[in-house]
């Protein structure tokens, strides 16, 4: 493969989107739905943070740690009731698990799949109904699965623990991750989360049974997922969700409007009609609609001018009133003080005494200029001045105290003012009665007219009582009437602002909804690329496969594509049926579309990054005629060359033509007996080894062969048995010293013959063949015999061959890997 599998959907998606021309809010909404729910609903909102970006793998060109599957143990899950354990040998190779039916067989699977990723195909997207008979009702104890994991480079690998407590649902598991001799993990530290999406070694029936029994729609989807592209419609369902609800919320301003409309006909308050004004035209006046709903009044009203301004109208409180009448009074008393004093005369008088000693300043000495008589000289000139102070201060006393009564009358006028203009308004439509208010008033007014200051002073008190006493209930009415037309129009102003903020939502959702649309567009030719980039190199490998599966099909393989988009969706199989084009899902069988399945999902599954060293594939064989399966025996046969290959099935077919093509295959029987308890055993042939040994025990017994061709036959198949025990052995070894699968493969390589293979095998060097014997001794007396009887018998040596046989299969117990 040439296409770089370190890149997750996500990032392939950020790269195209660096190198498209996309508006930043359509590019936005892509990469928050890429972060989730929660940045993608931020960014609608239209507070999006700073551009959130998922985190870039890094890259390197080191080979992925390999994970083989080294058991799984199952408690109280599914078919499975007290425990059950399907043994695994963890390294390459081909492992057929066979069982009627309702056996359990499936529920290792799912347990394992639940374990690994948290959840199962064959559950996902089905009602509840299916998760919830996930707790097997014949179990004594909590539900739990334990899968062993074969690491290369970690002693003993790791076991991966799925346990539930009490009443636990299916998804309030206790998952961990724990590596031999060290502390408990989390599962999210095997660092599966992107390579579950790129390269999930994983396949159920039902995925195989989406491309045959579903929609096009379905089908489409199937194939995404198998080609690990579900990631792109998750992200596009999301996108399109967000859209749907744009589209509903961008038109909900335009169909409350006209409730809000005949509100406001109806309602008598100008705001109303302000209000009607602000939404004329094509866009309303958000802001003049948003003034109305937070004003208590409107300024143009006639009828709440003049309330709003007899609510103002303010009155002095007694005590400042007081204090100014006593002002008054005071200078009054002494004004009256000051009556019939000369003090007229002395202001003359002192102001003739001031031109005659200004005369006197310039000509002293001199005859007074009025009368001739006497001189004004500097002793008159004293007696002058003397009686000119005396003079002035009693002018000044009677200056000051008039001063203070015009003061006081000016108080009185300020602090009471004139008769204001709307106590003469009629007002009795709201319950407002000025007359008594206004006559008050006028009596006021009409005694700060009066010239006699004396009878301000004495009637100001009383009168003022009085108007304050007539006011106070015009006040208190005109309040009650300002708040009933309050309470009136708040209902209408509330129904106002809802419609507002439902509008601006609204325009606010219509800008969003068509960067949406853009941004949708856009991640379906996005998508478009990634498919056709992904599905290149896959569709390749998957011809070739599929060359293999078409066992007597004259179906030929030719372009696939996913097409179409949203309920078009679609796929495109280009088939030739002997030549003539066609379209695969109208001329293919269930069996072809399984094979075609099946042909898609090994490439993908078995790329070279791939960290899943194995394959878990439920029950490939359905619907699939003889020949297919003969093919796709070949085909798992190959893959199992570099690949832990795990199929379950209950058609006996698939190990049949296993036997039938002499391919290597662990072959396990799953059995379920009384209260789901599930059994596993070597099946009807078990494993390769045994079934080396079965064939040369019926081999013995054939009296129609020559003696010589009996013996090779039988002393070959022995040595094959043998090897392959070996070769187990010496992959479990390895897995549990740490040594890499690529060392150990290429150690076995290397051990030429019988002989090197068991010491390889007995004692971790295939050189020291002169060792060997001891070492056979101590396992069985009678290894080393058998070992030279079967490299003897093989190149034509006589030897008992019943005995043969039986100590050969008592030899392969003892080397099997434990």
Known sequence: MTEDQTSTVDQLILDHLDRANLPDTAENLIIAALCGADHLADMLGGTAPQRPRPPVAATDDRQPIGTYLAGIEVTGFRGIGPTATLHLVPGPGLTIVTGRNGSGKSSFAEAAEFALTGDNKRWSGRTSVWRQGWRNLHADTDPRIRVRLGVEGHRDG?????????????????????????????????????????????????????????????????????????RLVEIETMLKTARRDLDQQRKRGTETLPALRTTLAEHPDPRARLAEQALTGRTADLDQLDTLTTSSDTADDATVVPLRQLD???????????????????????????????????????GLLRDALRHHASHPD??????????????????????????????????????????????????????????????SSESVHTDDARTAWQRWDDLLATADPHT???????????????????????????????????????????????????????????????????????????????????????????????????????????????????????????????AALSV?????????????????????????????????????????????????????????????????????????????????????????????TGGRDGDPAQRYLNDAAAITQDEKLADTLRVTVVCNLIRDALEFTCHERIRVQGFRAGTSVTETEAA???AQGLRPTLALALLGDRKRVADLTAELTRIDSAAPWVVRAANSGSHGGATNLTTLVDDARRLVRKLSPT
Request: contains cysteine.
């Open 588 to 680: 293919m069988s269930q069996g072809e579309l399984h094979s075609l399945a099946l042909a898609l999902f090994l490439p993908r599954a078995t790329m070279p990054d791939s960290p899943f060293r194995f394959l878990l594939i439920d029950d490939p064989v359905q619907s699939m005629d003889p020949a297919k399966v003969y093919g796709l025996a070949q085909v798992l046969a190959q893959v199992a060359k570099h690949r832990q290959v795990i199929v379950f099935t209950h058609d006996d077919r698939l190990p049949a033509a296993v036997r039938h093509l002499q391919l290597d295959a662990r072959i396990l029987a799953v059995s379920r007996l009384t209260r789901s308890q599930v059994t596993v």
């Open 366 to 427: 001199q005859p007074c200029p009025v009368c001739g008589g006497r001189t004004l000289d500097e002793d008159w000139a004293a007696q002058a001045h003397t009686h000119l102070h005396q003079l002035t201060r009693r002018a000044e006393h009677l200056d000051a105290a008039h001063r203070a009564e015009r003061q006081a009358r000016r108080a009185l006028r300020q602090q009471v003012p004139a008769l204001p203009a709307v106590l003469h308004l009629d007002l």
């Open 158 to 230: 790791a076991t991966v623990e799925c346990h539930w407590t009490g009443d636990a649902n299916l998804t309030e598991a206790t998952t961990f991750l724990q590596a031999t001799g060290q502390r408990r993990q989390n599962i999210t530290d095997l660092g599966w989360d992107t390579p579950l999406q790129l390269y999930r070694p994983f396949l159920s029936y039902s995925e195989l049974g989406g491309l045959v029994s579903g929609s096009p729609s379905e089908m489409h989807d199937s194939l995404q997922r198998i080609l690990g592209l579900g």
């Open 456 to 582: 301000i002073a004495a009637s100001a008190t009383t009168i003022v009582d009085a108007l304050r006493d007539t006011l106070t209930p015009v006040q208190t009415a005109a309040r009650q009437a300002l708040h009933r037309r309050r309470q009136a129009w708040q209902p209408v102003a509330d129904q106002l602002r809802t419609w507002i903020d439902t509008e601006r939502a609204s325009r606010h959702a219509a800008v969003m909804y068509a960067a949406v649309k853009t941004a949708i567009a856009e991640l379906r030719t996005i998508g478009e690329k990634i498919r056709d980039d992904k599905l290149a190199p896959v569709a390749a490998e998957a011809t070739t496969i599929w060359n293999t599966l078409r066992h007597d099909s004259n179906v030929q393989l030719g372009t696939i594509k996913l097409a179409g988009t949203g309920p078009t969706r679609r796929v495109d199989l280009g088939v030739q049926v002997d030549g003539v084009p066609g």
């Open 312 to 350: 103002v109208l303010h009155l002095p409180d007694r005590d400042a009133l007081t204090t100014t009448i006593e002002a008054l009074r005071a200078a009054l008393h002494q004004i009256d003080d000051l009556a019939g004093t000369p003090v007229e005369e002395a202001k003359a008088l002192a």
């Open 748 to 750: 076995i390589s290397e």
